[in-house]
């Protein structure tokens, strides 16, 4: 069961724990295996302060589904899914996608790429208000299973499979439009576009004309070409939209002899066999050594401006970004919450210098300068965010030209060996990043982390608990003073997931209600529910730990209570990912991604729907052939908010 907190919607809810010594333990059945360091420390685990009050969060609205392991998506009772946008369908006025995946590099340009992942609803505006019936939508195209995107998968490899494979990442733009009670998408449209791995995008912030960000084709360090293993993401009030590059490293082969720099950001010679670099040299590092350099960062893309190009901006740092979460401070400075989505990385906070006012700020600048932070959780649940400045002195050294940074744009390429020096906690695997609308908490999946604890690997400690963290968990804070921009913040766990029947006690978890594991897309809806996406590997997904879990599925948590619900389920071998909805709360947009996902990661091409044929086995007008990731529209039948 996870600790009671605070109501959120209390504004006069302390700002840091009353007694965290008092606070709940973590019970000696779950520290006895995955604890015993904190147990054998006599640490507690933290907690905020409790109150009493009106739970958040609308629960009883559903009723909860069954896990499943059908090839479909389920939804809860009441509740009706429709397909909106699948791989492969046209952006605008483009081709709709062969069964067989015989389309070439540049029919894939002017279609939905693959892996449908984080993404956003931006309405426009009608009668004076934002609509709930029209808007565009941005959404990312995390990678390629080649085994599907070509006929032959990956034998006869070639530049046209290369350069096709290369089309079907990034961001695609498009115009979405209710009608007659039904969604679709708006074909043509002058907004829509497809944004890939060959996008020139401008660089801005202090790692831009850096020397490590300077190549042959780009001497001056300031045009980028593409973006690429787009995660989750972000959006700005001002109305743009932030996409993620998360294992950009996979992409690259490196050198037989990495340097430093090169193994702390995990590139290896054979990457992630993408074999990109066998047709598009610049993604040979041993040609191109500092092409590496520009890829890890957050990209603003402007929807409504087709025109202008996507801007990697810097100032946010290089790593594994899962996402960009942005609210605004007391004072209007806007702050971006990011994950660093590997084992034993960080969580990050970006402040801007300038404030955010409505139809007056010079938005063109104001994510390339500020302070960039990370997060130090402390065991006794209080936490400081350090800054990452030039010169900037810790125990574990100086952030100067001693320590390899010459000025803040080294700060900004190497963010990870400042977030070293700087002594921040290593997490496990911090994945999306969410904040409470009403109370301005902040929450974090940390999906799992196997390796904690184990012989060479860093132990536990409070804010990661678990030793073989199998099933991950869910932290949360609250800034010092409720101020997005404080320097402190006081901190807990809201969950540890599990399997409740599991015989190792240590993975039971404290999920109340329904359960789950590898927590990863998080999202609030405008009521204060928590919707909690999950991706379990599909190397382990319905078996082993996993055996009674089920296909990936989307619950809905109510954080005063703690109280979960199973809202969705998904087809075999997909990942729950991405969300958003509409202003009215009627419409919410889901992605499915990866169905039939093999444990390889890469399908047979000779049996494409060997684990799955969603969506056209569930939704007749999809084109079929192999299964295709998607965007699915979720309705109540009565018309009501679907958010409650």
Known sequence: MPNACYDPTDDHAPDAPADPFRRRLLSAAILSTAGGALAAAGLPLPALAASTGRASGALTDFVALAVSTADEVRVAPGHAASLLYAWGDPVSAGPVARADAGDDAAAQQQQAGMHHDGMHFFPFVEHGKPSSTHGLMCINHEYTDDGLLHAGGMQDWSAAKVAKSQAAHGVSVIEVKQERGRWQVVRPSRW??????????RVTGPAAGNPAMRTALDRRGEIILGTLNNCAMGHTPWGTYLTCEENFNGYFKAPKNLSADQKRYGFTESGFGFRWHEHDERFDLTQHPNEGNRFGWVVEIDPRHPERAPVKRTALGRFKHEGATVTLARDGRVVVYMGDDERFEYIYKFVSRDRYVAGKSDTATLLDHGTLYVAHFADDGAGRWLPLRHGESYPGGTLDAANGFAGQGDIAIRCRQAADIAGATKMDRPEWIAVHPKSGEVYVTLTNNVKRGTDG????????????????????????????????FAWDIFALAGDPQAADDSKRGTVKGDAYGSPDGLWFDPNGGLWIQTDVSTSVLNQGDYARLGNNQM????????QTRRFLTGPKGCELTGITATPDGRTLFVNIQHPGETASERSNPAAPTAVSAWPANQFPTATGGRPRSATVVITRLDGKPVTG
Do not use: M, Q, Y
């Open 192 to 201: 829509a576009r497809r944004i890939t791995a060959n996008t020139p995008c």
């Open 457 to 488: 690997a860093p132990g536990t400690d409070a804010a990661n608990p678990r030793g073989a963290n199998v099933f991950g968990h869910i932290v949360r804070w609250r800034e010092s003073g409720r101020d997005a921009a404080a320097e402190g």
């Open 555 to 562: 619950l809905v948590a109510d954080v005063k209570s703690g």
